[in-house]
């Protein structure tokens, strides 16, 4: 029977079972030093003061946003291109969510952006700005501090796609997650992201009060005393978002790998990059050279005559057990959101965009069956 091949999927290997096991052997498999371990690791990775584990990247928004003190009718701006997360963590919290547009290539919001989506809802001031770098491609960080100065609103990274990317500012490369530029940033340690724990989610800051306060959100709230053990204190609303000792350990062991990981998925991004050209009905993104990509996503954006055969391609290709995937579906079209209104570089994302198989253990063969299969269907479709 023919394999399928999906568009993402996690790489497990010997090294990271020994380690869960090690760590399943020990009498703490949660809250315990592996935990403490990783953390020091994350921060080691990215240059950033704190990090705070939990049990998944929506967890990690929500411990962010929490933190911030986020409550009703407060107003937050993001992308309406992105996972569904960010926006139900803010509703949760009573946020007033406004959705600006996104670039029609990268599905990603820039600074000009901001600005219109504050100028069309009328805007003045705002709490949070929610970022999110779509597909692993760090743009405009930098650029966004300069908003985060004129509206004094808080930077939140939503960068579940880029663990591993980078961008340059001033002649230096800062890894996302730094926080140069934001005041928190997230990530998701799902297993279909850079690394994985099975579930998790990594938030870093370079603020003391926020991680401390952070590290409460994420067990209950608590305050425990220092002297004996059986006393503690609730001193603010958390939540129970642990990440256990085992998973700390798989992720302690998955970020040895990390640049291995990235340098395949570059290369295959490569490959694509040479093979789809030839293709004349499907376009690409011209990348710049002023960052470094986790290469989460590798999207592909059909030309105007070709929009209306996504689904169909979709299902040629699922026919052929290759699994392709919408990244992502505009969060103004769920029923869930209330304000009718539609972002018009989003609707044309959302109609031509397409992600391609890209993942560790994606061998050539399989690359190459996947660009033959395109080749034919647009030979098949013209």
């Avoid at 704190?50 to 929506?58: A, P, R």
């Avoid at 070709?306 to 299902?315: P, V």
């Avoid at 109609?351 to 063969?365: F, N, R, V």
Wanted: hydrophobic content about 35%.
């Amino acid at each position: 029977m023919k394999k399928l091949i999906p568009y993402g999927r996690q790489y497990i290997d010997k090294a990271d079972i020994r380690e869960v096991s090690i760590a399943l052997s020990k009498d703490k498999i949660t809250s315990g030093e592996t935990t403490l371990k990783f953390e020091k690791k994350i921060n080691e990775f990215l240059n950033c003061k704190y990090s705070i584990t939990c049990n998944s990247g929506t967890s990690a928004i929500f411990i962010a946003l929490h933190a911030l003190n986020i409550k009703k009718n407060d107003k937050i701006i993001m992308p309406s291109i992105n996972f569904i997360s960010s926006y139900s963590v803010a509703k949760f919290l009573g946020a007033k969510v406004y959705l600006a547009d996104v670039d029609r290539f990268t599905g990603q919001m820039r600074p000009e952006d901001v600005e219109n989506c504050c100028k069309k809802f009328g805007i003045k001031n705002f709490n949070v700005l929610v970022v999110m770098y779509n597909g692993g491609y760090p743009q405009n960080a930098e650029k966004f501090k300069l908003l985060k100065n004129k509206y004094k609103c808080y930077i939140v990274e939503d960068a579940c796609h880029a663990l591993g990317s980078s961008y340059k500012f001033k002649k230096k490369y800062y890894k996302v997650g730094s926080c140069k530029h934001s005041d928190i940033c997230t990530f998701s340690l799902h297993p279909l992201k850079t690394i994985t724990t099975g579930e998790g989610g990594i938030v870093t800051t370079n603020n003391k009060f926020l991680s401390n306060k952070m590290k409460m959100i994420r067990s209950l709230g608590i305050k425990r005393s220092n002297n004996k053990h059986w006393e503690y204190d609730i001193i603010l609303k958390g939540l129970n978002f642990r990440l256990t000792d085992f998973q700390s350990a798989l992720g302690i062991s998955q970020l040895k790998k990390i640049n291995k990981f990235i340098k395949r998925r570059k290369e295959i991004s490569l490959k694509y990059n040479i093979e789809i050209k030839k293709i004349k009905q499907i376009s690409i993104l011209d990348l710049v050279n002023n960052y470094h990509s986790s290469y989460h996503l590798y999207i592909i954006h059909l030309n105007e005559q070709n929009k209306n055969k996504k689904e169909k391609l979709i299902k040629f290709m699922l026919k052929n057990k290759i699994i392709l995937q919408y990244h992502y579906i505009p969060i103004y079209k769920f029923k869930i959101f209330k304000d009718k209104y539609i972002n018009k570089n989003a609707k044309i994302y959302y109609k031509d965009a397409i992600s391609l198989p890209i993942y560790y253990t994606l061998t050539q063969t399989d690359q190459n069956l996947i660009i033959k299969l395109l080749k034919k269907f647009f030979e098949k479709n013209n």
